[in-house]
């Protein structure tokens, strides 16, 4: 009984991948994790790992497998968009969020645009975080529910389709 309970709560485990917050943002962050109850995700374990930049963020998504990303819009030289394009190479991509102090109309019609998830305000509102990162969660657990489904259906002996007589 030992093994399920473990595997159970690694299945409930939300990782989200930070890359290239500010001091003060991250600090708003961490404390809102340790903080905050996730009322749509009940029986989930939050964790969140910060990293400082594009390069970090890679080999944490290589080897952490986060299912939600949080990215600053601009990092020096690199930005959201190329975080975004290392995120769609992997095989079951995370959620990425655009995070700005200035998140703006335009910021978020862009980022919907080329693929990412949503934008969050910096300096970052408690509510606002735990319901768009919930969201995001809920959103992947629906997308990999129904790919599941899909490749069930497409298994050998389960056609789809029907013999014309």
Known sequence: MKGNLGKEKEINQ???LSVGLGHEDSSGLAAIFTRSEWPSCPASEWRLQITASIRSAVTA???EGPHI?????DLGKESWRDLLHQVRQLPD???LIVASRLADEYLWA???NLGAYDVLAAPFDPAEVVRVLSSAWLHRLHRNEVASKSMRAALPGRSAYVAAG
Do not use: G, H, N, Y
Not at 69 to 73: G, I, N, P, T
């Open 69 to 73: 990303v949080l990215c600053e819009k």
């Open 14 to 16: 939300i990782k989200v």
């Open 61 to 63: 998504l290589a080897k």
């Open 93 to 95: 991509p995370p959620s």
């Open 110 to 112: 862009e980022a919907l």
